[in-house]
T-cell receptor, first 113, second 114 residues
Framework: AQSVTQLGSHLSVSEGALVLLRCNYS??????LFWYVQYPNQGLQLLLK??????LVKGINGFEAEFKKSETSFHLTKPSAHMSDAAEYFC???????????FGAGTILRVKS | SQTIHQWPATLVQPVGSPLSLECTVE??????LYWYRQAAGRGLQLLFY??????ISSEVPQNLSASRPQDRQFILSSKKLLLSDSGFYLC?????????????FGPGTRLTVL
């Protein structure tokens, strides 16, 4: 069965600093991978997704993620954090042969001024 | 463009009372529809998904049920709420192949069962 592990339930960075949100997945077949962002009391918004092709995926708001098959990872990065990036971030995986989108537990990002 | 609505936005209900949450999608036809629950400090748990009218799959056994009386309407119900039903309920839709294409989420309903 597919599973997703997000390392760290909370992350605090300074404004302008690098943002790195870690996601590791398990899947016995090539996965489809997603990152979603959730602002307080709102639904989830897609940041980016990987299905096939280029392993470095660029998303909205300056975020990008790299699919590394050998490491079973799909970490999310942004070179310079903004205050508006404060939110909860969810990694999700869907196996081509599975029938569910499995979400990680989420990482709450705090941006300090 | 497509939009997804959920109501109510917040709800406080006593234990044992019934529940009805509604989700509607505009601007698309024959969408795949999903109900998720998000408990505090936890990820999203898929409750139900539907690929068409009256075609609903349940992911977890519980006292909740779902119905899809119209193409773009998805309803989450319960006859008797439990304390453990408290949480943030999210409806989502996608087009194309279920679980492969991007899911678009509604604003959510925060349910508190007292």
């Amino acid at each position: 069965a597919q599973s997703v592990t997000q390392l760290g339930s909370h992350l605090s960075v300074s404004e302008g600093a690098l943002v790195l949100l870690r996601c590791n997945y398990s899947s016995s077949v090539p996965p489809y991978l997603f990152w979603y962002v959730q602002y307080p009391n709102q639904g989830l918004q897609l940041l980016l997704k990987y299905t096939t092709g280029a392993t470095l995926v660029k998303g909205i708001n300056g975020f990008e993620a790299e699919f590394k098959k050998s490491e079973t990872s799909f970490h999310l990065t942004k070179p310079s954090a903004h205050m508006s990036d404060a939110a909860e971030y969810f990694c999700a995986v869907r196996s081509e042969y599975g029938n569910k989108l499995v979400f990680g537990a989420g990482t709450i990002l705090r941006v300090k001024s | 463009s497509q939009t997804i609505h959920q109501w109510p936005a917040t709800l406080v209900q006593p234990v044992g009372s019934p529940l009805s949450l509604e989700c509607t999608v505009e601007g698309t036809s024959n969408p795949n529809l999903y109900w998720y629950r998000q408990a505090a400090g936890r990820g999203l748990q898929l409750l139900f998904y539907s690929i068409g009218i009256d075609q609903i799959s349940s992911e977890v056994p519980q006292n909740l049920s779902a119905s899809r009386p119209q193409d773009r309407q998805f309803i989450l119900s319960s006859k008797k709420l439990l304390l453990s039903d408290s949480g943030f309920y999210l409806c989502a839709w996608s087009s194309g192949q279920i679980f492969t294409d991007t899911q678009y989420f509604g604003p959510g309903t925060r349910l508190t069962v007292l």
